[in-house]
């Protein structure tokens, strides 16, 4: 079953009604106001009680109405509340996505012949490390239709909680639609399966590799959040300072008052 992997849209709504609205989806605790971008003059954020970002609004500025966007696994929670409150919303941008098992240079050289037969531009990204995961793309950055093929599992691995929870064999498969003029209403009612057909080589992906011959994936490994990977990276970078501060003052539980105290120190600049 495909999934939203991102979606976005304007919303024909006053920005206080939108942020309501956003702060119903669950897991949503907090709103968080900050500065603007992309010519809208302010934005906000939904976060969960963990601080992680679960939708952001851009809105204010010359763009006119709210600008809405979720990703990642917060895409369908997003998706789902929008149309629920303004079915008649206008999307600027959505990624329907399926994850399977397989070997990516099987699948790889399907989707370079299925390039090829349709005259797409087409390149593979592989980092340095071939560790990480190479990443296919079928389409230009500038056409409104692109295509992902990509090893999900490897490059999940450095994120997740518990790296041995990610199959290694874990292919995603990822169409990306920008719609244009009137097809951004047209949009706003196709489910993430319909995004697949929006053109005839996307359809002819997940026919010829999405049919029912492959296996899909539904585990989902918790991934670490943001201040676990802050935490895992300043343990990285001062693990050996804080080792040493607790030896020398007493065990492990001196560490946070010594900062504590260092902090208060310190001379703060005046206003």
């Excluded at 809105?59 to 998706?79: I, K, L, R, Y």
């Excluded at 996505?97 to 050289?109: K, L, M, Q």
């Excluded at 560490?255 to 105290?261: A, L, Q």
């Amino acid at each position: 079953m495909a999934h939203f992997d991102w979606y976005q849209a304007t919303i024909p709504e006053f920005p206080r009604v939108v942020a309501d609205a956003l702060m119903t989806i669950p897991r949503a605790a907090e709103l968080s106001h900050g500065r603007g971008r992309h010519n809208y003059h302010e934005s906000a954020q939904v976060l969960d009680c963990d601080g992680e970002v679960i939708a952001t609004m851009l809105h204010g500025g010359p763009n006119g109405s709210p600008n809405v966007t979720g990703s990642g696994d917060n895409a369908e929670a997003v998706a789902a509340t929008i149309r629920k409150h303004w079915p008649q919303h206008r999307v600027t941008r959505m990624d329907s996505c399926e994850d399977i098992r397989g070997d990516f240079s099987t699948s790889h050289a399907k989707c370079r012949q299925i390039a090829r037969d349709h005259r797409i531009k087409a390149h593979t990204r592989s980092p340095d490390d071939l560790g990480d995961g190479s990443t296919y793309y079928m389409g230009s950055e500038a056409s409104s239709t692109r295509f992902r093929e990509y090893e999900k599992g490897k490059q999940l691995r450095s994120l997740a909680a518990d790296p041995d929870s990610v199959p290694l064999d874990w292919l995603r498969f990822e169409v990306q639609h920008r719609p244009v003029r009137d097809a951004k209403e047209t949009a706003a009612s196709l489910t993430a399966d319909q995004v697949w057909g929006v053109s005839a080589w996307t359809h002819r992906i997940a026919r010829d590799l999405l049919g029912n011959g492959c296996s899909r994936l539904t585990v989902r490994p918790r991934l670490l959040s943001t201040f676990e990977r802050r935490s895992i990276a300043a343990d990285r970078q001062y693990g050996a300072l804080f080792a040493e501060i607790a030896a020398k003052f007493g065990g492990w539980e001196a560490v946070g008052p010594y900062f504590r105290d260092l902090g208060q120190s310190i001379p703060q600049a005046s206003e």
